[in-house]
């Protein structure tokens, strides 16, 4: 009887929970994700990911996309996932990018799924990493360092549902 | 098979280091046949894999997690297999940090659960704030150290008793772990024998599933008696996923919807997975020193100050085909700390203050990524804020440490990050 009520009480929090407080938690992260949280408010793209880089889409930087993700076992990632993972049951797909300016870039989803970014056939290395489960809106955000106008792939993989949400910012450099 | 007498100058190369070139992959310590090659892949494919919600389409495999846990993967905590970063400055909890609670059993059981799957409330949140500890060297140099404070809050199943032990604790590396498994227990004894009785270490005896004494080798207070065990804790407490030696997850009597949530199978993690994750740890080498590490005279000087007694650098390991060296700089034993360290009691008393003398190999790995969060709760943000925390049996030296000429407790600090 106690447990119930006790259940009972913290599911009302849940319902009554006001989404500032939601938004609260994404300051939780240790950078200020406002550009993020923002544009998750706004009216996604709409993407199918590839399952090959020929057939994969181009995404924009500062867009937040809405992915249709595929089975993992049909998708040939360019190059192998950098980190090894059961792939059972999983979703992923690849899509394509390209950023004018040279620089430190946030790519932020809203579940947890493995990233990488290949360039010239390799990844590269995450200059950092953080996560807010609780955050509504960006849950996992990797920051790489982008060159300039060169097609790279963004491949994704091990996701436990095959929607996601996705953007790419770039970090703003602070002004003299 | 040539044995080597402890401290034998024909021993040179320390068994297990390898170069970590690649964070991602890390090496093997030895040369592994096939099969065993086979399940050490698989094993690092099963640490890394983020297990989802019982029933999940296709993901029989991966699927059991929760429904009360704190992270979804053990590379959630272990990053490649590493040691939790910490979290230099605000009052952020590291990202592999865990609540675990000791003390008579409570409604919450071992770990406190901060996550929840969709339609289960988590046990609360830990909240985190600091306070700052200054002093100075005799030679007029000051320091400043962060002691935590912990507070739970938004408690699901009601306040906790005063008499509820506090054990805030930090991912440790599991690199080598096949190798501090491997040192004989009677080499254990010895050290203690020899040890002065000021630094004399207790050995960490634990029953296992027999009821057999055995030495307690992992966790920052040696509660686990061997891989497999610490492994199936973690899957059973951190993951909410059962296996053979736990077919309980952390589920209390009075957590009825947690106890009657679907389960990914039974037991959830199979004997082979569970298999694999040990044979990957057993053979994980541990990071090589980096070329041109600092100058040995840091060497004398650990020596010298007194921290050797305790970090040992000299333990013997029993390869299953002969005897060979590590470098581990531990004695396995738990030591007295003092109280600036103890675990406190949620009302505030002070409750255990011994803890396993923390193995120091993999150390410059460890700092290369920066955020160092050292000390089992992660609050040195440095070498030197560890050694400065030393006190009980090891206050001698960390005296000795202080008393240094400011030169030499930099070449003793950067050796220390150089192992």
């Avoid at chain 2, 040179?12 to 170069?19: E, V």
Wanted: with cysteine.
């Amino acid at each position: 009887m106690k447990l119930h009520s006790c259940l009972a009480a913290a599911g009302l929090l849940m319902a009554a929970l006001p989404p500032a407080i939601a938004a609260d938690a994404c300051a939780a992260y240790k950078w200020d994700v406002t550009p993020e949280v923002r544009l998750y408010t706004t009216q996604p793209g709409s993407v199918t990911v590839g399952a090959t880089v020929a057939d994969a889409p181009l995404i924009d930087a500062a867009r937040l996309y809405a992915l249709q993700l595929k089975p993992q076992e049909s998708v040939q990632y360019a190059a192998p996932p950098s980190k090894k993972m059961l792939a059972d049951g999983a979703y992923g797909g690849v899509l394509r990018l390209k950023v004018a300016a040279a620089g430190q870039y946030r790519v932020a989803i809203d579940s947890g799924f493995w990233l990488d970014v290949i360039h010239d056939g390799k990844p590269l290395d995450a200059a950092d990493f953080n996560g807010v489960r609780d955050c509504d809106g960006p849950r996992k955000i990797v920051v790489y360092e982008l060159p300039a106008d060169v097609e790279l792939t963004l491949q994704l993989g091990a996701a436990a549902t095959a929607q996601a949400k996705l953007t790419v910012t770039a970090v703003a450099t602070a002004t003299p | 098979m040539t044995p080597h007498a402890q401290g034998d100058s024909a021993v040179s190369a320390a068994a297990g280091r390898a170069p970590f070139p690649e964070r991602r992959s890390p090496p093997a310590w030895r040369d592994l046949d096939t099969e065993t090659r086979e399940a050490f892949d698989l094993g690092l494919a099963i640490f890394n894999t983020s297990w989802v919600i019982a029933g999940t389409p296709n993901a029989q495999r991966r699927d059991g997690l929760g429904p009360l846990f704190v992270a979804a993967s053990c590379d959630g905590c272990h990053n490649n297999g590493a040691r939790g970063r910490g979290e230099p400055v605000g009052n952020r909890l590291p990202n592999s940090f865990v609540m675990q609670l000791g003390g008579p059993p409570t409604v919450y059981g071992a770990v406190f659960a901060t996550q929840a799957l969709p339609g289960h409330v988590s046990e609360g949140r830990v909240e985190l704030s600091w306070s700052a500890r200054d002093g100075r060297y005799p030679d007029g140099e000051g320091w400043e150290l962060r002691l935590p404070e912990y507070r739970l809050t938004q408690l699901a199943f009601g306040p906790l008793p005063g008499d509820a032990v506090l054990q805030p604790r930090i991912a440790p590396a599991t690199f080598g772990s096949g190798l501090l498994e491997a040192v004989p227990h009677e080499a254990v004894m010895r050290i203690r024998a020899l040890q002065s009785h000021a630094v004399r270490g207790e050995l960490a005896w634990h029953e296992d599933a027999d009821g057999k004494p055995r030495l307690g080798r992992f966790g920052w207070q040696a509660q686990a008696i061997s891989i497999e065990d610490q492994t199936a804790r973690a899957l059973a407490r951190e993951m909410g996923l059962t296996s053979r030696p736990h077919p309980q997850d952390d589920c209390t009597t009075q957590q009825a919807a947690c106890r009657n949530a679907p389960q990914g199978g039974s037991p959830e993690v199979s004997d082979e997975f569970l298999g694999a994750l040990v044979t990957l740890q057993a053979n994980l080498a541990v990071p090589a020193r980096p070329a041109g590490a600092a100058a040995d005279s840091g060497a004398v000087l650990f020596e010298r100050t007194g921290c050797a007694s305790c970090h040992q650098s000299v333990l013997p390991v029993d390869t299953g085909s002969g005897t060979a060296i590590i470098d581990a700089y531990t004695d396995l034993l738990l030591h007295d700390m003092g109280e600036g360290l103890a675990d406190r009691r949620v009302d505030g008393s002070i409750a255990g203050s011994q803890w396993r003398t923390a193995p120091l190999w993999g150390m410059a790995h460890a700092l290369a990524g920066g955020d160092a969060g050292l000390l089992h709760d992660g609050r040195a943000r440095s070498v030197e804020e560890a050694v400065l925390w030393h006190d009980g049996q090891a206050r001698d030296a960390r005296r000795a440490f202080e008393r240094l000429p400011a030169a030499e407790r930099r070449q003793l600090l950067d050796w220390v990050g150089s192992l």
